[in-house]
Each structure stands twice: as C-alpha cells, then as structure tokens.
C-alpha cells in the first residue's frame, strides 16, 4: 500500500494539532492592563512552546521511520490512527496547564494529565516502531534499519523521563514542565538514523 | 482526473474534523476541584474516541476504495463532497453528546443525532462504493476488484447497527453510545480488500 | 514551477475553510428543551450546507482550472492568495447568518455580508480564470482550453445572480438564502471541461 | 531526504494559522445594530487582511527557497519547525490587535506584540536563508542560487520595517498597522529568483 495518503493524513493532524494550539492564548476578556495580562500569560506560552516543539518532534521521528518504510499494511494503518488519537489530543493538557499551573489546587492534576497525554504519545510511537521494525516485517534489514532497531533501544529514557515528570509535578511543578520540554528535546537528538540510498 | 488532489482535499477534511474533536474536551471555566471535574469529563473522552476512530476508519476505508480506482469523474468529486459534508459534521454531535449524555432531557436527543450524523456518513459512502463498483465504471473487473464488490455487501450491517444506536438513545443511553464505537470497530474489519499489484 | 505546494496550500485552506463552518452549529449554553433548541437551528444547518457545497464547488473548478495549467508564475501565487483570503473569511458570513437571519434587524446585513463574500470569491476567482487563459498565457491552446475558455464567458451569469442575492436581502430574505445556494449549485454545473489527455 | 512530507506538514501548518484567524471575525453577542457593529470590526478586517497576506507572502518565499534547495537535512527540519511556531502564533498577535487597537490602553502593547511576533518569522526565516545557502550548503552554485544568495541581502530592509512599525506603535498606531502591512507586501516582491530548469 502507498504511504502517501497515511502521510497526508498524519501530517494533518499533526499539523493541526500543532496550530490549534495557538486558541490557547488568549487575554481575559475583561483586561484592563494589557501588558501585565500579557507578562501574567507566560505559562501558556511555555506550555504552547513545548507543545509545539513535542508534536514537531514526534512529526520529525515518524517522518523519519516512514521513510525506511518500504511498504505499510492495514495494521499499521490502525496502530497509526492511535498515535493521531494521542496527538490529537494535546491541545487539551496544553490548555489545562496553561489555565492552571498557577492556581494551587490545580497545577498538580493538569500536569499529570499533561504527562499521561505525553506518555500516551511515547507509547503509541513505541508500538509502531516495534510493529515496523520486529522480524524485518516492514523495514527491512539493511545497516540502516539495523541501526534504526538499534537506536529505538533508546526509546524507554524518553518514558523514563515523562514518568518522572508526572512524579514532579506532585512536588514541584515548574520542574515537572521543565522536564516535559527537554524530554521533548531528547527526541529530538538523531535517534533514527536516515535511510541511506 | 488525477486522484491526487481530490485525496489531499478530502485527507484535509477528514484530518480537521477529527482534530476539531479536541475543542470540545473543556473544563467548566468556574472548576475549582480540578481532579472530579477531569473525572466528570469521561463522556467527552468517550466521545472523543469513538468519533476520532470513526473518522479515522472511515478515512481507511476511503484510501481502500480510491487505491481500487483507476480514475475519478466529475459526478466522483461531487459524491465525495457529499460525504466530506457528513464528516466535517461530526464535531457537532459529538459536542452535544458530551454536553447532554449526563443530562436527564438531552441524553436521547443527543445520542439520535449522533446516530443520524452515522448514518449520513455511512449512506454517502454507500453511495460513493456503490457509484464506483457498479457496472466496472470506475473500479474496473480484476479478482481483487471483484471480491471489493462482494464485501460491500456487508456494508447494510453497519447502517443496521447505526439504526440500532438510535432506538436504543431512547432506552439505553449508554448502550447506545456503545453500539456507535462498536459499528466504528465493524468498519474496521479489512472489508474493503487491498488491491494486488 | 510546480504546481503541487500550491495546490497542498490552497487545499489546505479549502479544507479548514470548510470544516471549521461546524463550530459555528451550536445550541445555547442554557439549554433545557433540546429537541426544539436543535429545530431552531435550522437557519445554522441550511448555512452550513451551502456553504460548504460553496466551498467544495469553488474547490472542483480551481482544480479543474489548474489541470489545464502547465505551469503557474508568480502573478498566479499572488492572485491564488487572494481567492484564499476570500474563502477563508466564508465562516465570518455564515456565522452572521446563522444568528442573525431569524432576528428582525439583522438578517438583511447578514444576507448581504453573506453575498458580499461570495462576490469576492467569484471576482477572485474569475481574476484567476482571466489570468491563465487571456492570451494562452498558461493555459495553452489545445481545443480543451479553447472550450475551458469559451465556457468561462458563463461566469457573468454567477456574478449576477449573487447581486440578485444581495438585492432579495432587503425584501425576502429566505429568499436570497435560497438564491445564495442556487448559484453554487450552478457552478457546480461542468462549466469547466476537463483536459483531454 | 525528501521534501514533499517536510512541505505537506509546513504547508499544512501555514494554511491552518492563516484559516484560523477568521476565527478572530465576531460580532460582540449583544448586537443590536448589526450594521453599526459590522462597521466598527474594521480593525479585525484589516488585522486578518495583513496577517492572512504576512502568512501567504511568507508561505510564497519558504516555497521559491525550497525549489532551489535539493535536498535537506535533519538540522533544517528543526529549523523549519521554529518558523512555524512562529508561524503558528501569528492568529494570538491578530487577536490582540483586533480587540485593543481601539482602546486607549491597549493599541501600543497590542501592536508591539504584533511586530515581534513579524519580528520572530523573520528571523527565523532568515535563520533558514542563512542556513541553506550558506557555504552552497543545502542550495549548490547554479547562478540562480547565486542570485538567490545576493536578493537575500535585502531581507534586512524587512527587519528594520518591522522595527520601526514597533517604535510606531508608541506614538501613530494606524501607521504602525500600515507598516506591517506595507512590509508583507515588501516580501511579496520577486526577491527570491525562481529556479531556472
């Protein structure tokens, strides 16, 4: 099966997720001093950062495993369709912190589900690069996707790392968002290598 | 007519519809136990998913059926719009499901038009299987096109089941509810066969 | 250059155009009879159809138009922009129409801003269609186009009953609704012949 | 690695920010003279015309950088992923314009934030010029790259402009919204030399 639709797809959820995002940001309506409203928001632009910055990442990953991707099947369609589920998401812990983080009986629950929806994303990428890439079903087994397998070892650091997150956010929660961004970072260091041709 | 614009329109639409479904997953803004008020949402994230899995399967089913077809015609792109109007739809049943589900008025009402808002879906793409199989005009006669006829047979199930979901908003709210995601998992069943290369 | 980001971008914005028409369905927040609330918005559904018929219609001629194109300059990007800022603004005018057309001092602006729009978009459009045919500029002179030109002088007849629209806001106002959808039904008619390949 | 996902994901990402600023298009829900009202949203038409065109004209140049570019590499899709959060936030900015450029205490911070968030594409396209033609890195030695390198010489002329419609916005706020508007329509011109083939 062509890959070319799937991806259409993905990256438009992908991308939409993304830019939803931005409704987020938005002043009380009943502001009269705009310029601290506007200093006052720095949680939602934190959190509309890292958001962004997750969802880029994760695009950047599945990009790169489709690419050794020689052929998808049906199943790979339905186990994609739980990662966009995931993703699709995301808009919604992003407004919760954004609403939240500064008040003190909600800043704990928000960041939780903020790192459960992250851990939701992680796994989904996780049980499609094992389903690509376990008994060469769709990757292959050249040096590169024997690289690709070797590298997506790597995978459990990043839950690790949302796992600690969710545990902060009990105890101290601008570290649990900021364990939440440079785990978003950690993705994106070259884990997957790039097919060579 | 080239498919590929078609697909990247109709991949746009069914990509945005689904990813409008998170808008709806929101805190009442005056919450002040945020904990419950996440646990008061369940409807929504039920509702969330089985409209996310229905967009998504029925885009899975969509791919299946053009892979199938050599060419569109004009009449094609207008059957198609059809059913774009149905998905695009979607986020509005799904939002009055989870404003109204809990509530002792608004749950059977909710739940019909979310199974009408179904049904649609499910007879526009009747319609479009049924205008691109009839007499080979845009599928052609192969095996695989042929045993594509077949398995269409089976769709009548699915409305069945949608008419289903609608007596039953009327007794049995959450079975109703129910009955949707499970005619969603119907749809997901490789009906449509892959066509051989 | 390549006409495929382009027409990624403009079908981007066709999509989103189109599927973000269902936030606008919406029952009041203090609802407590749905049943008749979900009849009121009658006016919202009627708004919504023919919006996004209008919206898929306008989709199926400019890809029509650019199957004849073998190539698009720079004036092309900067005059599609220009039909995308119109399509883009669709909802604004639905959204007046479906709360205003039932109150008696708004639903004749709310026509009428509904009309203006769809001028904008047929001026923009028929700007496209003058631009890539005038002088075999870039739709070349195979006997398709010569028809694909031929049949634009049809156009006109779009723009005037849009005016019609606009006029019956003042006097009639469910009938101008009707006009408004009448005249994307006749775009919908095969104004523009497809390329013989 | 290939550019057509990198460029269904941007595309994706500039159509949905640019989309969604009708979003911003409302009528305050009190209206009782629509007419008034329409008229007095004037600066919410002008903030989507100007914003709209900012992300077309943008979308345009990304597009003829790309045709030169041959391929990309991992660090350009980080790159490029900075661009469309900033791409991705223009739709807050237009907000902010559009509810407090007619209020005494507002205009300045709305129309400052406005000009940093021009400010921030423009780096961050800037930053992808830069990183692509330097050293024939990403785009080669044609002499249309060559050309390429030298228009890009001009890009600071934008920077100022923007810099200078924030320093407006402390004393003519229509001036400082005519200079962000006058200087999309500065990227509009052929700056960027299309590919000769």
Chains 1, 2, 3, 4 share one sequence.
Not at 41 to 52: D, E, G, M, T
Request: net charge positive.
């Amino acid at each position: 099966m062509r890959t070319v639709r799937l991806e259409a797809f993905s990256d438009g959820v992908f991308a939409i997720a993304a830019t939803l995002l931005v409704l987020e940001l938005r002043v009380p309506p009943d502001t009269t001093d705009l310029v601290s409203a506007l200093f006052r928001l720095w949680p939602a632009y934190a959190a509309y950062l890292v958001s962004f910055l997750t969802i880029g990442i994760i695009w950047v990953n599945h990009h790169t495993l489709l690419e050794h991707c020689k052929r998808v099947d049906r199943r790979f369609l339905y186990l994609n369709l739980l990662l966009l589920v995931a993703v699709g998401i995301v808009p919604f812990p992003t407004a919760l912190v954004d609403q939240y983080i500064l008040t003190e009986h909600g800043a704990t629950p928000a960041l939780v589900v903020y790192g459960l929806g992250a851990v939701l994303i992680a796994l989904a990428f996780t049980g499609i690069f094992l389903y690509t890439t376990h008994d060469h079903r769709l990757v292959g087994d050249s040096p590169s996707a024997r690289r690709l397998r070797e590298e997506g070892r790597l995978f459990p650091i990043g839950h690790g790392a949302y796992t600690l997150g969710i545990a902060l956010a009990f105890v101290a929660q601008v570290a649990s968002l900021a364990v939440y961004g440079l785990t978003a970072l950690f993705y994106a260091l070259p884990l997957l290598p790039l097919p060579k041709r």
